[in-house]
C-alpha cells in the first residue's frame, strides 16, 4: 500500500442520480428531472467514518443508496472493495450485500411488525445462505444481540414490544449479521431520543473498533457528526460544497454554506452560544428539479459575485485534505 | 414586571385501554410578563400536556385534568367554559405548533387563514383584515407579502408555513405566545431564522413565551428560564445560565454531559444516559429517574422528593444534591 494514498474502500466519481418527473397515467413520459445528487466524487478510507451532512432535500440519502446501488446510478462510478457497484454481476452482487449494509432512520418502519427479532436478524444469512444450519443460525442471532446490548432472551419478541433505541439495536445487529465491512447509517439516531443518542453512537463506536468497520455515516445533527467522524462531507441541493477532516472543516469552514450551516447549530451552553456570530441565511433552498444555474448556492450566498451565477465553481483540493468547491476561496 | 401566568398542582391523566397514563404529576410553575420560559424533557416526559392542558387543548376523554389551577389576568383557565376559553386562545394566548403543515387548513388561503382570527377577535372588517395581514407576513420576513395572502399551505416551504403561523398567532398582539416544538421539523439554518425571527417579535412585542423543546441548544439560544422535565414531573428549575453552568439534578447533569458540541474538540467518549425512559402506565414509588441515575440513594427509590427551593429561584427535585456548590 502506498502510504500517499491510504486503502480506500469505497470510491465514488462524478455519481449522479436523477429521478424523473412524469406525467399521464397509462403512457408516462419524463417532463423534468429531481437532480437529487448531481455529479458528486469522494473516497471512504478502510476503517473510518465519513459523515455525509446537509439539510432535507440535498440529497444525501439518496447518495447513500446509490452507493450501495439500491438506487440504479444516473451517471458516475461507485467502487467499493473493488468492485464495480454498476456493472457488478449476479454473484458480485450478492457479494457485495452482504459486504454492504444498511441502517436505516426510522426503527419503526425499518422493522416487519409481524416478524420475530430472530427472523429479522437472521434474515441476511438465511438470504446469503451463510448458516444454514437452524441451531447455529439462532445461536449466531443471540451472539448479534448480545454484540448490540440486547438480551438473548429476546429472540422470540416482536418489535412492537421494544422502544426505539432497543429497535434501532436490532436493526444494527441485522446489518452486522453478514459480517459485512462498509455500512451506510442513514440518520440512525435521529428518530432517537436524546438521552438515547449517544448510547446508539457509543454501541457503532465499539463496533466499528471490534470488527474493523467502515462507515458512511448520514447525519444532519452537526456536533454528532463532529464527535463522531474523521472526515466530513456538506451537501448543497445534490452537490457536495466540501469535504474535509472533522476538526479542520469545523475550525476553518472554507465554504460559505458550510460557513452558514455551521454557525447555525445551537450550542448547548447559553454563555457560548449568545456570544457566537451567526450567518442567517435568508430564504429558502431552491427546487432540485431547475437548480440555479453556475454555483447552486448563489441565490443565498451572502458573498456570491456576478461569474457565480454563470460557472459551476470546479471542485478542488485547495489544501492538503480539504476540498471545496467555491469561486471566492482562494488557493 | 408582573406575574402573568400562575399554574399550581396540575395533575392530568390519559385513560387509555392500556391503562391510565399519567403525563403530568402535580406540576406548579409560573411565567412573568415578556419572559421567555422554556419546558425541556423527552418525548412522553409531559412537557406539552403541562401546557396544552392548561388552554383546553388536550382531548377529553381520553384526557382528563385531576387537579390544579391556571391563573392567567386573574382568571382560572381551568374554571373557564369552551366559550370563554376560546376568546381567549388566538387573542390573549396564542399558539405555534411543531407541524405547521397539519396545523395549517390546506384548502384555504393563507390569507383567510389570518384574517379569520383578526374579524372574530379585533371585528376588523375584510379589508383592514387583508392589510393587517398582510403587514403581519412582512413582519415575519416574507417579501411582496400582500400577494402572498391569495397563497395555499402547499405553495410554502417548511419555513415559511411556520412563518406564516407565527403571523397568525401574533394577530391579535397576544401576551403569551406558546410554541410546541416549532422547529422541530425545520433544518437547522431555518431553525436559526425562525429562533432570531421568535426573539425579535419577542423584544418588539413585549410578549412572553413558552418554548416546549428537547433541543437543549434552542433552550441555550433563547430561554429566559427553564423547567426540566421527566416522566411528568419538573426536575429542576433554573435560570438559563444557572442550569448549563451548575446543573443540580442530575437528570439535567446527566443530560447535558451527553451531548456532543459542536464547537468542540472531541475529548474522550460520550457518557450517555443508561437505560430508557419510563412507561408513563405504573405509577413509580420513588423518583422516577432512580433506575437511571448514577448518583441514586437508598431514599430515592422509595420516596420521589418533591421539587424545593435550593437558592432564590432554584427549585430542584433530588434528595442528592449535585451542584458544584458555590
Known amino acids: ?331 | 414586571m408582573g406575574r402573568l401566568l400562575e399554574v399550581t398542582d396540575l395533575q392530568v391523566c390519559f385513560n387509555t385501554p392500556e391503562g391510565v397514563v399519567h403525563a403530568v404529576n402535580g406540576i406548579s410553575y409560573y411565567l412573568d410578563e415578556g419572559e421567555t420560559l422554556a419546558i425541556v424533557g423527552e418525548s412522553g416526559c409531559g412537557k406539552s400536556v403541562s401546557v396544552m392542558s392548561i388552554l383546553g387543548l388536550i382531548p377529553t376523554p381520553p384526557g382528563e385534568i385531576l387537579s390544579g389551577q391556571a391563573h392567567f389576568h386573574e382568571q382560572d383557565l381551568l374554571q373557564l367554559s369552551e366559550r370563554e376559553l376560546e376568546r381567549i386562545r388566538g387573542a390573549e394566548i396564542a399558539m405555534i405548533f411543531q407541524d405547521p403543515m397539519t396545523s395549517l387548513n390546506p384548502v384555504l388561503t393563507i390569507g383567510l387563514q389570518i384574517t379569520e382570527s383578526l374579524m372574530l377577535h379585533l371585528h376588523m372588517d375584510a379589508e383592514q383584515a387583508d392589510q393587517h395581514a398582510a403587514e403581519l407576513l412582512e413582519l415575519t420576513g416574507f417579501s411582496q407579502a400582500a400577494k402572498r395572502l391569495g397563497d395555499y399551505p402547499h405553495q410554502f416551504s417548511g419555513g415559511m408555513r411556520q412563518r406564516a403561523m407565527i403571523a397568525m398567532a401574533l394577530g391579535c398582539s397576544p401576551s403569551l405566545l406558546i410554541a410546541d416544538e416549532p422547529t422541530t421539523a425545520l433544518d437547522v439554518t431555518i431553525q436559526a431564522q425562525i429562533v432570531e425571527l421568535a426573539l425579535k417579535l419577542r423584544d418588539q412585542l413585549g410578549m412572553a413565551i413558552i418554548w416546549i423543546t428537547h433541543d437543549l441548544g434552542v433552550v441555550a439560544r433563547m430561554a429566559d428560564r427553564v423547567l426540566v422535565m421527566y416522566a411528568g414531573f419538573i426536575m429542576e428549575e433554573a435560570s438559563v445560565f444557572d442550569l448549563y453552568k451548575d446543573p443540580r439534578h442530575p437528570y439535567s447533569l446527566m443530560l447535558l454531559s451527553s451531548l456532543p458540541r459542536v464547537d468542540q474538540r472531541r475529548s474522550g467518549k460520550l457518557r450517555p444516559i443508561p437505560g430508557s425512559p419510563p412507561s408513563m402506565l405504573t405509577e413509580s414509588k420513588g423518583c422516577p429517574f432512580a433506575p437511571r441515575c448514577s448518583y441514586v440513594i437508598e431514599t430515592c427509590r422509595v420516596t420521589n422528593p418533591p421539587l424545593q427551593e435550593v437558592a432564590p429561584g432554584r427549585r430542584v427535585a433530588c434528595w442528592v444534591d449535585v451542584g458544584k456548590g458555590e
Open chain 1, 1 to 331: 500500500m502506498n502510504p500517499q494514498t491510504p486503502d480506500m474502500l469505497v470510491q465514488v466519481k462524478g455519481l449522479k442520480k436523477y429521478f424523473p418527473l412524469t406525467q399521464g397515467i397509462l403512457i408516462q413520459r419524463a417532463v423534468g428531472y429531481v437532480h437529487a445528487v448531481d455529479d458528486i466524487s469522494f473516497d471512504i478510507y478502510r476503517g473510518e467514518t465519513l459523515g455525509l451532512v446537509g439539510e432535507s432535500g440535498c440529497g444525501k440519502t439518496t447518495a447513500g443508496r446509490t452507493i450501495l446501488g439500491l438506487y440504479p446510478a444516473t451517471d458516475g462510478e461507485i467502487m467499493i472493495a473493488g468492485l464495480n457497484v454498476r456493472t457488478a454481476s449476479g454473484d458480485q452482487i450478492r457479494h457485495l450485500r452482504q459486504k454492504a449494509r444498511m441502517i436505516f432512520q426510522d426503527p419503526y418502519s425499518s422493522l416487519n411488525p409481524r416478524w420475530t427479532v430472530s427472523s429479522i436478524v437472521s434474515e441476511p444469512l438465511r438470504v446469503h445462505r451463510l448458516l444454514v444450519n437452524e441451531e447455529q443460525r439462532i445461536a449466531r442471532v443471540r451472539e448479534l444481540l448480545e454484540l448490540v446490548g440486547l438480551s438473548g432472551r429476546y429472540l422470540n419478541r416482536f418489535p412492537h414490544e421494544f422502544s426505539g433505541g432497543q429497535r434501532q439495536r436490532i436493526g444494527i445487529a441485522r446489518a452486522l449479521a453478514s459480517n459485512p465491512e462498509f455500512i451506510v447509517c442513514d440518520e440512525p439516531i435521529s428518530a432517537l431520543d436524546v438521552s438515547i443518542q449517544a448510547q446508539i453512537v457509543n454501541l457503532l463506536e465499539d463496533l466499528q473498533q471490534r470488527f474493523g468497520l467502515t462507515y458512511l455515516f448520514i447525519a444532519h445533527d452537526l456536533a454528532m457528526v463532529r464527535y463522531l467522524c474523521s472526515r466530513v462531507a456538506v451537501m448543497y441541493l445534490g452537490g457536495m460544497v466540501e469535504l474535509a477532516g472533522g476538526d479542520d472543516l469545523y475550525e476553518n469552514p472554507l465554504h460559505p454554506y458550510t460557513q452558514a450551516l455551521l454557525s447555525a447549530v445551537p450550542v448547548p451552553d447559553p454563555e457560548q452560544d449568545r456570544k457566537r456570530e451567526r450567518t442567517i441565511l435568508s430564504g429558502e433552498v431552491p427546487s432540485p428539479v431547475d437548480p440555479p444555474s453556475g454555483c447552486r448556492f448563489h441565490t443565498r450566498c451572502p458573498i456570491a459575485k456576478e461569474h457565480c451565477t454563470q460557472l459551476v465553481p470546479e471542485w478542488r483540493e485547495v489544501r492538503p485534505r480539504h476540498w471545496v468547491a467555491c469561486h471566492e476561496v482562494a488557493g
